[in-house]
């Protein structure tokens, strides 16, 4: 990076508000997908005012910059593969006002998920997408990816819950957006618009989220099944009883393999199994919910029911449902667990049918798939197992994974139900939003006539998504 550039970056956030360190540039070149590229310096402003200046900066120098949360995205999104600035929203991690009688909390982009619901817990309230990634992910990045996670079926996604939000544009203007009232009608809702949008349309500093009031009772329930398919439509049965439950997980028999290698057998040896959360006011409630859970799993043909009220039970299925990912490392050596096909959203009633098209692309491509997820909502997550290093592993997987996704496009499904597009799913996302795509390259030019914020993803990607990877196979770093 040029001097000049950088002594006036300088004079905007100090000495310890930027890097242009080897060591540095190298890490903040990774988020959690398996893309890696250095970029020319990182920034971490500390106030609104100064993502601004950066932004009039890099503008007039026509620099790109890629806003950044906790880098736990999964699908290369916060890489930046033009290179130019990573602007970390690290520093920017205030709760501003949690306002109990209105109903919203206003907080900095850069307040991670738990930190923000530990302090709303303290007045009974939550933020309630629960990712995978609370413990680290930020609430900018799960507005800018619209995230959400195993209690969406029940409470919705991020953008459910944003009501107004301070961003600042390419060209440095800042814009409040949004109300901070319940309704509002008024024109177009910009807020809604940077839900989703990765960092190309503005750096988000603030954000007014709508909070919800925790319910004081949850139960769960383990079942387990000989068939994934049985397992997939007691999901969707469960719900036409109708019950909606608080969350409902769903693991396959080779993410129960790899979970129950890894960390001892903590789930019972079955072909599927689903864990299902319900939650309400009253112990009635709750059992009711679990008799309804009861009911439905043994018309459905479940092997075993287990319903858990015990904090211990639920502690190990739920640690035992959040290590799939990191376990499925550990089931082949010489071969890693990679984000390629990593999320996808099905109509409820098509998972079954889903699950088991997974399994024939799988077997056709001689690639192992682990297929689990927050399946109520019809959000699958598939994991490959592949070597790294070899590049006709790369390459069948790649092929295996366009042809899951135009399994899901054609049951009307969507390329990514919560982790994004990023790069790894840019050419999908471009044939399934085919008609939307003129319009959402006038949106960006109208809003970054420059392309400076987050170029080259989502609907200006091109080509195979084989590029940049963090892995050392040569033929595609
Ligand atoms: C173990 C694990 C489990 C996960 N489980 C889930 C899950 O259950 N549900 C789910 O939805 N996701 C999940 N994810 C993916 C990821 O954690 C989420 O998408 C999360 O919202 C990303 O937040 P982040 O702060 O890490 O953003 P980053 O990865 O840093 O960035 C993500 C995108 O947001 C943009 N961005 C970040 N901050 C801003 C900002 N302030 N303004 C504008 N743009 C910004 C970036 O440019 C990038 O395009 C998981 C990831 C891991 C590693």
Redesign the pocket.
Known sequence: MDQRIIDRIEAVVGRDGYSTKTADLYTYGF??SIFHKTPDMVVLPRTTEQVSEIMKIASAEKIPV?????????CG??VPIKGGIV?S?QR?NKIVKVSVGDLWVDVE??CVYDDLNRELEKYGFFFP?????AE???????????????RAVKYG??RDFVMGMT?VKADGEIVRCGTRTIKDASGYQLARL?CG????L????EVTLKMTTKPKKSAYCLVAFNDVEDAGRCISAIIAKPLIPASCELMDSISISAVNQALGNPLPDSRAIIIVEVDGETDEVIDRDLGVVAEVAEEQGAISITPSRDKKQIALWTAAR?SV??SLSALKPGFSSVSLAD?MGVPISKVPVAVKRFQDIAAKYKVTIATYG?ASDGNLHTKMLLNPLDKDEWDRGVAAVNEIFDVCIELGGTVT????V?ISKAPNFQKERASELSSIVAIKKAMDPDNIL?PG?LQEWEGSILKNLRYPCKEYM
């Open positions: 988020d959690a890629v806003p950044r949360g906790a880098g736990t995205g999964l999104s916060a602007m929203m920017m982009a850069g997408p629960s990712p995978g990634s680290a992910c930020q609430i900018g990045g799960m507005v800018a990816n619209n995230a959400s996670g195993m996604a991020t961003f940077l949008s990765e960092g190309t503005g750096v988000i500093t959040k990912m990191t999320d927050h139900g919560e982790h994004g990023g987050n993803k």
